[in-house]
């Protein structure tokens, strides 16, 4: 019931720590190393924004070449094999994986990596759920540790005011 379900809200249960554990086997040990390290955290994000069209995904390449330092783009050739269809249900779970790593990047290394995640959501002129959560999770989760400004909140009393954007 919705009860039940509230009163569990904060409060983990064993089977949630099964079903990490669980998520977490199911991936590849390579990529497990990946989310632990840096360049290689910085290279599964990349790999996780890269379209299935072959156009757009060949355009994201370029823009992964240019803009990305040389150890993520060759981290991205190494694990592609790993992550071709990867499931949606893992996609999230592995990106929280990366946090810790992604922490470690220099204030510099983060803020080229932003930028180039950025240019590979936006390389088919489209933002996906997706793509908009993967950057709500990374801004939520890093903005403040590189110490740039956060957004400032809106505060919305009715739809009217924004029924353009609804």
């Given at each position: ?55 757009i995904r060949r355009r994201q390449i370029e823009l992964l070449k240019s803009s990305a330092h040389s150890g ?67 801004q939520r989760h890093l903005e403040a540790y590189y110490g740039t400004p956060g957004k400032r909140v809106a ?12």
């Amino acid at each position: 019931t919705a009860a039940a379900l509230l009163a569990s809200v904060g409060e983990p249960m064993r089977a949630h720590a099964d079903r990490a554990r669980q998520l977490i086997d199911e991936l590849p040990e390579v990529v497990r190393q990946a989310t632990r390290e840096p360049v290689g955290a910085c290279a599964l994000v990349c790999l996780l924004l890269l379209d299935r069209t072959a156009e757009i995904r060949r355009r994201q390449i370029e823009l992964l070449k240019s803009s990305a330092h040389s150890g993520v783009v060759a981290e991205v050739e190494a694990l592609s094999g790993y992550l071709p269809d990867w499931p949606p249900r893992l996609r999230l779970p592995l990106v929280e994986l990366c946090l810790p790593a992604l922490r470690r990047l220099s204030g510099e290394q983060y803020r080229r990596f932003n930028e180039t995640i950025d240019r590979l959501a936006q390389a088919d002129g489209q933002l996906s759920l997706f793509e908009f959560a993967l950057k709500t999770l990374l801004q939520r989760h890093l903005e403040a540790y590189y110490g740039t400004p956060g957004k400032r909140v809106a505060q919305i009393y009715g739809l009217r005011g924004v029924a353009w954007e609804c």
